[in-house]
């Protein structure tokens, strides 16, 4: 079975890149399930309940987030209600919402889905390597297919973690860093790997933000309103190929969708 | 004329690469200037002399370097008398050794190139768009060919350094990530860019460190000594394809080099 | 001559005590200039125009400030054309403002003020050490009485540049943590160094801010609005002694100002 | 029953302080329980077995610890093995040692101590309001008397910590950067509190370190192999003053040892 795994999809730029390719990349790749993370989908910062639906409208099934799904206080009773919709596991008790699932593809598949968020340069969560071993136990029991978005800036946790759950989940992609690897491959346990997925928006930009804004923050030191960028739109994204029986992953394949301006 | 720039050489893996591959590269695509990231060439964690002169012998023409290249002591005079080795310019006055300079081919072409070192969670070093600004200029005065290495964390501040100067370098390369970025491209002023050509060195492995060590630091976080990786090496590296004339990049094309074990 | 410095005045709390016993303790201890940092006045973000004058009103000479102070983009022109208000000297030039001046008390001695930000767990601002030599170096020239507040993070950082200017200006004291320390002294060279002043405002609470909502930031790590604490208001300052002709330090006086509520 | 916990002791200059006057403390404010943190005791960089022994035999009854006390690997199986050694307790499981204990006073009196490192700027260890939650109960089933020394960099996370366990225990004490702060007092709840206790060691010095050195690396940014500093010695300690039978606090005194050179 195939997971079309979208990176963070970032403004308008963002939502509009699906809209005009999604349906076509699910048909080309014969894709069973599409999960995007969408913790950049309203104007770079974070999500709402419309956006989230408009999304689901394209053709997304599960959306996974990050550090940015906080951004807007309106969406957390969604947070709770919307199964479909992950944060990072890793918040402490308490946190709305739910960082784990099983989703069941239309040809009745079941698909764990676990996000995780790094701490190295980022916030003080629990542990991601732990909260994984029991979640993975977890869904493990009910499926053997479980795809991990791992949401974290350093490269280094990143391959951690891919080499910590290699061979007891099917595939670990990371987000955040909004910029594709080109490191994906199969680990030796037999789960897809790829650092960083990279950012669904436009890439004429820095990470998806206005350059101008962007240069301008770094000169300055002061602070800067960002805006997201809107031209040269791309879909990264990365298609995951998994042994239903087994859940190994028996191909992983990243994918550079461009649009013509 | 043609630049192969090979990212971060660690340890003894990232050499054994070198030795048995450069050459190949070389004729292969018909290189005028081999550059390398050097700073983890010495068991991960610095260069000596000695280990630079290996790498001068392998076919390496000028080593550039990043946060690692103090970590040995006894590197700073050869830094100081080496004009072949930089560091990354913006460290403040009175550091050993330069971050720039200009290096003849064997056709008798100047190339320029300028090694930074970003701030975005790393260290609190001069402004790399600012030193960049003044290094340029001086370089530009010698040759229209300048080939950047920005040694640093963050995708946005690499990114950002990539506009700034697009239309003023050739090109703008990342390192320290040791994680190769699809992102290479043309940026629209005329220089190529690319986040990090990722490192040389075992890809079985937390970034060139043995896996179980890596684990096992984010598991405890105590201190754990590193050991470079030998599994499964890779040669990580960009060919850069420049107009010598007005100094515009013309192509980038990524290179991913696997040595059998 | 003897300068009152008033530690970071937070919110209507601070302003509130300055109030009710600025005067008091102008007469108290024969003050000829006050100096306060007014970077959190506005509800403990930033500070306006409006804000300003009131502390002006209350008996303040001149106002220093830290990172806040960019907290209000409606500041920038008043920063630009107020003599008597300082950012931080290390911003990067084209920052609004200033950071240092000469101002003369009503005894018409002049005294130099420098504003400084550390980079310790805080911003890459240019290097407070090398700006403060040149800064320095300026204001020596008008005047021997100076007094530098080191807005900064890092007790090693804030203590490294009080041995650094020891015996080049009047005083070093600290801004920025909230809380005074009870190291006042005269270094061997006759500098006046205390790593914090200390805040101004309400002392029941976690550095000025309503203290159950700093634990529930802590405890669950996701965003949460900060408002400033309102009881048990205080005032933390230090008064300065110094020889007019000399500039050097012959008093420190750690001041703590209760207020009833 | 009065508790006397003394600062960071930092290098031969601490452990001299204390041999020529921590008996004379003991005697002047009549202490029934001496606890120290000894994290920089050898050189500035952890603790060997042979220097707790010693500062055991100058009449230190309890170490507590912090990020530092893990500098020296031969210290682990004493940690494991030495009961009245504590290392921060929201270290992850499998770390050497323990974090908390109850420990007797010669008149009998049970005293509970509870270590815990902060997280803010510094690493990412287990959240220690959640883990006091659990051990301060765990304590509380065996004394009221509690103690908790919270080696913490940041001003918010230590007062919050404070203002989270006031009336639960009888003092929350700051260590690790080595400045006292002046803000000793009893919360409403009945909890002693005082962000910083300071260090025990050379005053002239950038917190412990030789100055020079550490004016060197601030401005240099290279590595600079720190050395402990000599002159100036000084203790600096609290006194905590508990009711026996309710476990609150009546009294908090800083108190600052000076010894002549
Ligand atoms: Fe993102
Ligand atoms: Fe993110
Ligand atoms: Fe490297
Ligand atoms: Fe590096
Ligand atoms: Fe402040
Ligand atoms: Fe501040
Ligand atoms: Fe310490
Ligand atoms: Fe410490």
Same mark, same amino acid.
């Given at each position: 079975?195939? @997971?079309?795994?979208?990176?963070?999809?970032?403004?308008?730029?963002?939502?509009?890149?699906?809209?005009?390719?999604?349906?076509?990349? @699910?048909?080309? !790749?014969?894709?069973?399930?599409?999960?995007?993370?969408?913790?950049?989908?309203?104007?770079?910062?974070?999500?709402?309940?419309?956006?989230?639906?408009?999304?689901?409208?394209?053709?997304?099934?599960?959306?996974?987030?990050?550090? !940015? @799904?906080?951004?807007?206080?309106?969406?957390?009773?969604?947070?709770?209600?919307?199964?479909?919709?992950?944060?990072?596991?890793?918040?402490?008790?308490?946190?709305?919402?739910?960082? !784990?699932?099983?989703?069941?593809?239309?040809?009745?598949?079941?698909?764990?889905?676990?996000?995780?968020?790094?701490?190295?340069?980022?916030?003080?969560?629990?542990?991601?390597?732990?909260?994984?071993?029991?979640?993975?136990?977890?869904?493990?029991?009910?499926?053997?297919?479980?795809?991990?978005?791992?949401?974290?800036?350093?490269?280094?946790?990143?391959?951690?973690?891919?080499?910590?759950?290699?061979?007891?989940?099917?595939? #670990?992609?990371?987000?955040?860093?909004?910029?594709?690897?080109?490191?994906?491959?199969?680990?030796?346990?037999?789960?897809?790997?790829?650092?960083?997925? *990279?950012?669904? *928006?436009?890439?004429?930009?820095?990470?998806?933000?206005?350059?101008?804004?962007?240069?301008?923050?770094?000169?300055?030191?002061?602070?800067?309103?960002?805006? #997201?960028?809107?031209?040269?739109?791309?879909?990264?994204? #990365?298609?995951?190929?998994?042994?239903?029986?087994?859940?190994?992953?028996?191909? @992983?394949?990243?994918?550079?969708?461009?649009?013509?301006?």
């Amino acid at each position: 079975m195939k @997971i079309l795994f979208i990176g963070d999809v970032v403004g308008r730029a963002g939502r509009l890149a699906l809209s005009s390719r999604l349906s076509r990349l @699910i048909d080309r !790749h014969q894709i069973d399930l599409v999960v995007a993370n969408g913790e950049n989908a309203a104007a770079g910062f974070g999500l709402t309940a419309d956006l989230a639906r408009e999304l689901y409208d394209l053709g997304v099934d599960v959306l996974t987030s990050g550090n !940015h @799904i906080w951004d807007k206080k309106e969406l957390y009773p969604y947070l709770e209600s919307q199964k479909r919709l992950l944060r990072p596991a890793n918040y402490p008790a308490g946190a709305p919402g739910r960082g !784990h699932g099983v989703y069941t593809t239309s040809a009745g598949i079941p698909v764990g889905i676990l996000n995780l968020e790094g701490r190295v340069f980022m916030g003080n969560l629990e542990c991601p390597f732990r909260v994984a071993d029991a979640l993975v136990e977890e869904l493990r029991r009910q499926t053997p297919i479980i795809l991990v978005d791992f949401h974290a800036e350093a490269t280094s946790e990143k391959a951690a973690l891919g080499c910590y759950l290699d061979g007891r989940v099917s595939a #670990v992609v990371g987000t955040h860093t909004h910029v594709p690897t080109a490191d994906e491959r199969i680990l030796p346990g037999g789960t897809a790997y790829m650092t960083d997925v *990279g950012m669904t *928006g436009s890439r004429d930009s820095v990470i998806g933000i206005r350059k101008e804004l962007a240069v301008e923050k770094f000169l300055s030191l002061l602070p800067v309103r960002f805006e #997201v960028a809107k031209k040269d739109s791309v879909i990264c994204a #990365v298609v995951l190929t998994i042994d239903e029986q087994t859940g190994r992953a028996v191909g @992983i394949e990243r994918v550079l969708e461009e649009l013509a301006d």
